[in-house]
């Protein structure tokens, strides 16, 4: 097995990524008990808390399937102790993507992790751990919208009811956008090894800016309404209205206020 040269200390979860699991543990139950006497900064806590907690996965899950694919460096790297300084450059992979919610609510990937391809064989494999993360994503956006699709919301605080739509609203934009066939991001590694050698050469020289273009052009207002029509329909299907997400977002921007949220809607 692949797995017997990794050391078990490659694969101890940082204490890094535990102390950001806790935060968003308390600031969660803050959020649910109206315990905080600004649940706007709770609830930016935990969303925030709980979004760095979903990058780390999302990074976690191409490392782990590169693991089982043959690549075993990826234990040395430290990329299987879910501790998000690892994840290639923490301002890629972390400070951005955090930055990027607050500014648009919106769950643009971060970095990712260096895969050793070379060790690696068979496309399907090199497809798997690209498509592995944005996965991730979708599992949690499943998770998150539960209460919503199962209509189990009774009992359930607006405060915390808010936070999960906007927290499911970052996990299927973060999914979608992962998916995207742009050189540098996962669906183009999903695809990357069915395409000839020639049309791999002539892209390879965009993968650095594929995420620059894509955030680029969902600051055209067109494009990012066109988007977010789509994101707003399949949110719909789960059962998240767009008040809610609006509102979760808001409400996350506790520094602004917005009397369309300030009562239950």
């Not at 300084?85 to 971060?110: D, E, N």
């Not at 973060?174 to 991001?185: E, K, R, S, T």
Request: hydrophobic share 50%.
């Amino acid at each position: 097995m692949t797995t017997a040269t990794a050391r078990p200390s490659d694969r101890r979860i940082s204490p890094v990524f535990l102390g950001i699991v806790a935060v968003a543990a308390v600031t969660g139950w803050a959020t649910w008990t109206g315990f905080a006497e600004q649940p706007g900064l709770a609830v930016f806590l935990f969303v925030t808390a709980a979004w760095v907690v979903s990058l780390c996965l999302h990074e976690y899950a191409h490392a782990r399937t590169a693991l089982h694919s043959g690549d075993v460096s990826v234990g040395a790297k430290g990329y299987l102790t879910l501790n998000p300084v690892k994840y290639t450059h923490a301002l890629l992979s972390i400070v951005l993507p955090v930055l990027f919610v607050i500014m648009g609510g919106i769950g643009l990937p971060g970095g990712a992790v260096f895969i050793e391809r070379g060790r690696i064989r068979g496309r399907w494999r090199h497809s798997l751990i690209s498509a592995a993360g944005p996965l991730t994503n979708v599992l949690f956006a499943v998770v998150c919208t539960a209460p919503f699709w199962l209509d189990a919301l009774d009992g359930v605080p607006r405060d915390f009811r808010l936070a999960l739509a906007f927290l499911a609203l970052l996990q299927v934009t973060a999914a979608i956008l992962n998916f995207l066939p742009v050189p540098g991001l996962d669906g183009y590694g999903v695809i990357e090894p069915w395409l000839s050698y020639q049309v791999r050469r002539q892209v390879e020289p965009l993968a650095p800016f594929g995420l620059l273009i894509v955030f680029a052009l969902l600051w055209i207002p067109a494009v990012n309404g066109v988007f977010f029509d789509a994101v707003d329909a399949l949110l719909r299907g789960l059962g998240i209205g767009e008040a809610d997400t609006y509102c979760g977002f808001e409400l996350y921007r506790f520094w602004q206020t917005d009397e369309l949220c300030s009562v239950s809607p």
